[in-house]
């Protein structure tokens, strides 16, 4: 069954706005990472944050983390049309396995 | 440093046909994984090598999927007989390994192999 959903499936802005976007997930966690795939191209990692951190920031780019909602949000500020890409956020299973299980992905379109 | 490189970036066979998929993870990466893409739907985790090992192949569809990695360096996917609903993109990824009780491995992609099938 699908561990992350992403929330909007897809999302349409003005450049220079703000993108937020949502995750949820079933399981415990130890990290949420969010992953950016532009048109044709592979995923790139994007942030990571830990079960034990609340917030993380990087450049532009906000990760949340709510454990007891057992959800996430991406925020994306001033945002650009490079920022044009389909957002995952990403779970490890629980246990021992280190495979990633990806939601469906929401699809962000900044326009000029 | 390289990144995850895979080969072909395309490929489009006729159903039965086979086809190859490689991948050449981050040198040092002991980790390395493959995941699908089918139809827009959500990636999929396939199998996990630990060097040249299979750690988990769980997500293997069934047996017309064959990876392998021998000398724990690249690893190839193949496909045999392929079929219309094997269709979509394959991804690659590689890690450093990391302790067990801290498994905060950034997995790193590659730029996937869009594969179709006629």
């Known amino acids: 069954s699908q561990q992350g959903e992403e929330d909007p499936q897809a999302l349409s802005i003005q450049e220079g706005e703000n993108a937020t976007m949502n995750c949820s997930y079933k399981t415990s966690i130890n990290n949420l990472q969010w992953y950016r795939q532009n048109s044709g191209r592979g995923l790139v990692h994007l942030i990571l944050i830990r079960s034990n951190e609340r917030e993380k920031h990087s450049g532009r780019l906000r990760v949340t983390l709510d454990t007891s909602k057992k959800s996430s949000s991406l925020l994306i500020t001033a945002s650009r049309a490079a920022d044009t890409a389909s957002y995952f956020c990403a779970t490890p299973l629980s246990g021992s396995a280190r495979q990633l299980t990806f939601g469906s992905g929401t699809q962000l379109t900044v326009l000029p | 440093e390289a990144g995850v490189t895979q080969f072909p970036s395309h490929s489009v066979i006729e159903k039965g046909q086979t086809v190859t998929l490689r991948c050449d993870p981050i040198?040092?990466?002991?980790?390395l994984y493959w995941y699908r893409r089918v139809m827009g739907k959500e990636i999929k985790f396939l199998l996990h090598?630990?060097?040249?090992?299979?750690?988990?192949e769980s997500g293997m569809p069934n047996n017309r999927f064959l990876a392998e990695r021998t000398g724990g360096t690249y690893s190839t996917l193949k496909v045999q007989p392929a079929e219309l609903e094997d269709s979509g993109v394959y991804f690659c990824a590689s890690s450093q390994d990391q302790p067990l009780r801290d498994r905060t491995d950034t997995q790193y992609f590659g730029p996937g192999t869009r594969l179709t099938v006629l």
């Open positions: 040198s040092g990466h002991d980790n």
């Open positions: 090598f630990v060097k040249e090992s299979k750690q988990d």
